[in-house]
């Protein structure tokens, strides 16, 4: 299945990406598109305004996409509170992880192309998720 | 630019509204008429902020302007800027006058002080003299606090 977001990626579209490859659509194809009007016809959009799986009453994509798709993972959901702060910048949950990697995928943003973006970042987001998993499971920081 | 309305009542929309255009530092134009420097995350921001109008039963439009004269770009800057200013000395002032209580406290005065800068610098498109100062005055909070571990 193809998959159209805003070119630019940041914080959000990059996570939304890989979780909808990790758990969602495993032969999933990314578009980048400028403008709301280039999305392809087959294409699912998120992280845009106007479409389904953007931002939904204070929720960021990452969250809505978890909504929309039934996604219960614990795990999932706590990697959904760092991209909401990183993303929107609200305080809304503690996520000390998040300026980090907000900052780390601004200068993602300027270093490479989306499609570098989305390589670089997909094993952080691996790795992100088996730190809170371990984490999960034992209660406490794993060593 | 952010152009809105929203309904005056129900009131929760409008003070999250206001709450998340106060984050982000925007320069208030008139009434229902907010401005940011444009770049592609302040035009992001605005264009969520549009939406959730938008779902809360108003209207809203998000514009790439630009003043017809220099002298009036800067004084949008200089607004900017002088609103940034005064949440810096507010950030000087409180770092100081934590300095003087008890260890534990400025402790937890030193995180809250830390966060609030942080917030401050990412709104910050103008940087004012007062964020030296401000930061100077964390930088000796931070000192302060290390000293007294120290011992």
Partial sequence: MRWATRAGIHIDRAACAWLIRRFVDEHAEFVF???????????????????????????????????????????????????????????RFDAPEAPGLDVLLRGLSMTGTDEHTLAVSGPMFDALYEYHRRRTLLGRDPA | MLSYRLPREPSAPRTTLWRRLRRLGVAQLADGLVALPADARTR????????????????????????????????????????????????????????????????????????????????????????????????????????????
């Fill in chain 2, 44 to 151: 992001e921001q605005l264009e969520w902020l549009a939406e959730d109008v938008v779902a809360a039963g108003g209207a809203a439009g998000v514009w790439l302007a630009r003043p017809t004269t220099i002298a009036q770009e800067r004084e949008l800057a200089v607004s900017l800027a002088a609103a940034r200013a005064a949440e810096y000395r507010e950030l000087a002032e409180g770092c100081r006058s934590a300095a003087g209580s008890e260890p534990a406290e400025r402790v937890r005065a030193l995180r809250r002080m830390r966060t609030e800068w942080r917030a401050i610098g990412r709104r910050d498109f103008f940087p004012p003299p007062e964020r030296e100062a401000a930061a100077a005055a964390l930088r000796s909070l931070e000192m302060a606090t290390q000293t007294a571990e120290a011992r």
């Fill in chain 1, 33 to 91: 598109v400028a403008d709301p009007r280039e999305v392809p016809p087959d294409a699912t959009p998120f992280d845009m305004r106007g479409v389904a799986l953007g931002h939904v009453g204070g929720d960021c994509s990452f969250e809505t996409i978890l909504r929309s798709y039934e996604l219960t993972d614990p795990v999932l959901w706590r990697i959904a509170e760092i991209v909401h702060v990183a993303d929107l910048d609200d305080d």
